[in-house]
């Protein structure tokens, strides 16, 4: 493995999803959308994206029940937390049937 | 360059062609001006710094040629030496040529950002102008301020007079913005920062010349944003646009490569200076009458200059002894002084600073150097003036020669060469 060619003297990165790398592998709970909740979901409309701004990993998409890319939601849980309809709920990585992890 | 930079580089320097309070030539000065001037003809954008004493003078010059309009720079007052830094670490990245000056626990406030400006390769100069470290208390001077930031990553060049002190700060923007590495300019509290000497002022047109406009190695563009020093992990990983990114080992290792790379271009740059300048300050060190000396001294700043006086001393009394002064502590010119120290016999460190627990930083460089290249020299630890303790050329000779004569009746005691000696000490 080389990294001389990457041409930065400092670490450095575009402000992009994945810049801190695959964050999804430290993931131990994960959120689940609840859409007959979401604000922007039932009106239809670019509306509230709270969860989308405050993404520390932009791991959201910026439309109504913009899917969550679970290869880089880490999951902090700051989206539900900020959530003003309490839409999205964290749910244990390890009950979930659609997880690869094992404890 | 991005329009924003060249549009700054078209605006700068204007000033240097017809500066009034200080026109090229002779002036007596102190050493906190002398300071203030070089930064003034090295064009400074941005300067930021909170007032300690004894460097208050360099800020308060700075901050009047700029309130007089001499200067077209910015001057922002902080609240801390923390900040100050700050200040200087933003400004720098945003493509400024930035100064600040601070000394002793002003220094070690800001020890947080040090590495923080090192490790974003920013090429900030500073003037550090040596304090004693509290407690207890003291405003008087000794090194143990810069030294105690020794491994921050920075480029450390002592002065041994006032002009050296203008001529560094110069040459220090070009080695800083060379090897994009900040630089602490240091000098002795009083001894040299509150003492008027006569220096001569270079032709600000000249400074122009020799120091090119400074090209920031991460150029800001609003179109292009960037994310400086994101959380960097052990190990190289690819970023998002699927480059393979450094890891931190590989961060430092290039930091590390560019200090020791900077060896090089310090003397390289001094020796640009000389041409154009008529003026060299050595490059790494300076050396006196060491050619045919069995025993040498070795120091850094203002005493290695008063040092030149007890070699004379010594030599009237046929001790054949020469003086090693170090300007550059980091990087330290290892296989040079090595070098410069074969074949001598004795060696005397005097550091006005000490590690606590085992002897005088020098020394301990100094006996590291020679193991490397197999010399087998006696080396003694002097420590003095500690806390502003006048040191006197007497007091060194008579030591000088005492332990010469000591080496050649090979009575030196472990007790001499295992501990460091102190220097009127009166306890």
Not at chain 1, 57 to 74: F, Q
Not at chain 2, 94 to 110: D, I, K, P, Q, W
Not at chain 2, 187 to 205: A, C, F, K, Q, R
Request: proline share 6%.
């Amino acid at each position: 493995m080389n990294t001389r060619d990457c041409g930065h003297i400092i670490s450095a990165s575009s402000p992009a999803k994945g810049e801190a790398g695959k964050t999804g592998e430290w993931r131990t709970q994960r959120p689940v959308l609840n859409e007959a909740k979401c604000l922007a979901v039932r009106a239809n409309k670019d509306i509230c994206f709270q969860c989308w701004a405050f993404c520390p990993e932009g791991a959201i998409e910026r439309k109504p029940g913009g899917p969550i890319d679970l290869t880089y939601c880490k999951g902090c849980g700051i989206c539900a937390q900020i959530c003003p309809a309490d839409a999205i709920q964290m749910e244990s990585e390890y009950d979930s049937p659609e997880s690869t992890k094992s404890e | 360059m991005t329009v924003l930079n060249q549009q700054r580089v078209n605006n700068t320097h204007n000033h240097l062609s017809n500066p009034k309070t200080y026109p090229p030539g002779q002036h007596v000065v102190t050493g906190n001006q002398s300071a203030a001037i070089g930064a003034f003809l090295s064009g400074v954008q941005v300067v930021a710094a909170y007032p300690i004493t004894p460097q208050s003078p360099v800020v308060e010059e700075l901050a009047k040629f700029i309130e007089e309009g001499e200067l077209p720079a910015e001057f922002v007052p902080v609240e801390s030496e923390h900040s100050a830094m700050g200040v200087c670490i933003g400004a720098s990245i945003a493509g400024a040529r930035v100064f600040t000056a601070t000394c002793a626990n002003g220094l070690a406030y800001m020890c947080e950002q040090l590495h923080w400006a090192s490790g974003s390769r920013l090429p900030i100069v500073m003037a550090c102008v040596n304090r004693a470290m509290a407690a207890p208390w003291s405003v008087l001077n000794d090194q143990q301020d810069s030294m105690s930031q020794r491994d921050a990553g920075w480029i450390q060049l002592f002065c041994k007079d006032n002009q050296e002190i203008i001529d560094t700060v110069i040459q220090a923007y070009r080695i800083a913005e060379k090897v994009y590495l900040p630089v602490m300019v240091c000098y002795d509290g009083y001894i040299l920062s509150h003492t008027v000497m006569p220096i001569e002022v270079p032709d600000g047109n000249k400074v122009k010349k020799f120091l090119p406009p400074y090209i920031p190695h991460t150029p800001i563009d609003i179109s292009k944003p960037v994310n400086i020093n994101p959380v960097t992990l052990a190990d190289p990983r690819l970023n998002a646009d699927g480059v393979l990114c450094h890891g931190y080992m590989e961060h430092k290792y290039l930091h590390h490569q560019s200090l020791r790379n900077s060896l090089k271009i310090i003397e390289e740059i001094d020796i640009e200076y000389k041409d154009i300048f008529g003026r060299s300050l050595g490059g790494l060190f300076s050396e006196y009458k060491t050619d045919d000396a069995d025993v040498v001294i070795i120091c850094a700043g203002s005493l290695s200059k008063m040092c030149t006086l007890v070699i004379d001393m010594l030599r009237e009394q046929n001790v054949p002894i020469g003086l090693v002064s170090l300007r550059a502590y980091r990087p330290f010119p290892n296989q040079k002084l090595s070098v410069a120290l074969k074949n001598k016999k004795l060696i005397l460190t005097i550091d006005k600073s000490l590690s606590y627990g085992y002897q005088g930083p020098i020394c301990i460089d100094i006996k590291s150097s020679l193991f490397e290249s197999g010399i087998s020299s006696t080396v003694i630890s002097f420590v003095a003036g500690l806390g502003g303790r006048d040191i006197k050329p007497y007091e060194i000779a008579e030591k000088a020669y005492d332990y010469w004569n000591k080496f050649n009746k090979k009575e030196l005691t472990n007790e001499i060469i295992y501990e460091s000696q102190w220097i009127n000490c009166k306890y």
